[in-house]
């Protein structure tokens, strides 16, 4: 099992930067994608990046250049840095992992007011 813990959503104006972190926890050795994920009020979920074990990365057109994702291995985290955001951007944000299964976080909020 993997416990996924996020944190650093909160309330931005549009042009601000806030990073996102995903700390996880237990058999986390067997991880090969870590992934975030966004929805939004009345929205089906969307992938917003991703990140293999072998450090390829993917990112939805409209975060390119925007959005960054990242690991530190040693901590067992994995970060997205979203900066110039804007009202769009605004969601409930989740972690995801995947290795002999697919673990989900609870989801941080991002607010990012005009």
């Known amino acids: 099992q993997v416990q996924l813990v996020e944190s650093g959503g909160g309330l931005v104006q549009a042009g601000e930067s806030l990073r996102l972190s995903c700390a996880a926890s237990?058999?986390?050795?067997?991880?090969?994608?870590m992934r975030w994920y966004r929805q939004a009020p009345g929205k089906q979920r969307e992938l917003v990046a991703a990140?293999?074990?072998?450090?390829?990365?993917y990112y939805t057109t409209s975060v390119k250049g925007r959005f960054a994702i990242s690991r530190d291995n040693a901590k067992n985290t994995v970060y997205l840095q979203m900066n110039r955001l804007i009202p769009e951007d605004a969601a409930v944000y989740y972690c995801?992992?995947?290795?002999?299964?697919?673990?989900w976080g609870q989801g941080t909020q991002v607010t990012v007011s005009s």
């Open positions: 995801q992992m995947s290795g002999r299964s697919d673990y």
């Open positions: 237990g058999n986390i050795f067997s991880i090969t994608v």
């Open positions: 990140l293999t074990s072998r450090g390829t990365t």
